[in-house]
């Protein structure tokens, strides 16, 4: 890390010396000249020491490593974030041009420790900036490992997906908000990810019904189930069994009715679900029908 604190004291102590120097220079410019001095020797002080040469390459030397290390940490946030590297180009020096006509004069040593100053100050900025969004940047990632769904059920496969069909017991053409799972009566029902439960008992339609809010916003949805084996405000883990499978309310047989909501509105399960693999294919129990 930069040795920002140093760096502030030598500039300071660099600009003093700038001043000095110049004024030095001004006030002893009118002195007459000293008859006991040699002819080849001056009163006047030197203009920039070796040895402030020196400091300013070494402190420039530490700037430039601070440079790559910042460049570094930048090219991992663009991987971390999943952008465009090509837009984010940290190995290349940044794209800049302008006419070539206009005047030019040198830096005085004022305004050089100046610049440095500056310089120094946004190196600095820009460093805990990159490594507060990198400590953001990892810490969503996390909570997105935590949140990748697992499957609702073990076993089982799909009766009925997420769209319009036609109503199993009113036979009439509605859309259907969830996906429905048809399994074993009594088999487990699992979180699909970490959450706190927002809703577990009767409503209806649904019969017993879980509602689970997650920390991306999500609320899943766990209906017909035979069995409730949580409760209000409880924490759930990914995986966890929170109840079993049943046909309560309106269904003509045993299946997990599952729902995603995001701000109220149904989603699409699968677009959540198909990032990790399916259960495994269950033979429908005869007799039996998900509705």
Not at 70 to 78: H, I, P, S, W, Y
Not at 156 to 171: A, E, L, T, V
Request: no cysteine.
């Amino acid at each position: 890390m930069l040795a920002g604190a140093g760096l502030g004291v030598w500039a300071a102590s660099q600009w003093n010396l700038a001043e000095r120097t110049s004024t030095d220079t001004l006030s002893q410019s009118h002195l007459p000249p000293d008859p006991a001095l040699p002819p080849s020797q001056s009163v006047l002080p030197a203009s920039a020491p070796d040895t402030d040469v020196d400091v300013l390459v070494a402190r420039l030397g530490e700037m430039q490593s601070e440079l790559l290390r910042l460049n570094a940490l930048g090219e991992r946030l663009v991987k971390m974030s999943g952008l465009d590297s090509d837009d984010f180009d940290f190995s290349a020096p940044p794209p800049q041009g302008g006419p070539g006509n206009g005047p030019v004069r040198d830096y005085t040593i004022k305004e050089l420790v100046s610049e440095l100053g500056n310089m120094i100050d946004l190196i600095e900025d820009r460093s805990r900036k990159l490594e507060r969004l990198e400590a953001s940047l990892s810490q969503r990632n996390l909570r997105a490992l935590a949140l990748a769904p697992v499957w609702p059920v073990r076993s089982g496969y799909i009766s009925s997906p997420y769209g319009y069909r036609i109503h199993p017991i009113r036979k009439t053409r509605q859309f259907h908000a969830g996906v429905d799972f048809a399994a074993k009566r009594g088999s487990p029902i699992l979180a699909v990810a970490d959450g706190v439960v927002d809703f577990s008992g009767w409503r209806k339609g649904y019969g017993r019904v879980i509602d689970i809010r997650h920390a991306n916003g999500l609320v899943t949805r766990y209906a017909h189930n035979d069995a409730n084996l949580v409760q209000v405000g409880q924490r759930v883990r990914k995986g966890e069994q929170i109840g079993k499978i049943g046909s309560s309310g309106l269904a003509t047989g045993a299946h997990l009715h599952f729902e995603v909501l995001r701000d109220g509105k149904t989603q699409d399960p699968l677009t959540y679900l198909d990032s990790t693999p399916r259960p495994t294919t269950l033979a429908a129990v005869p007799g039996e029908r998900a509705g």
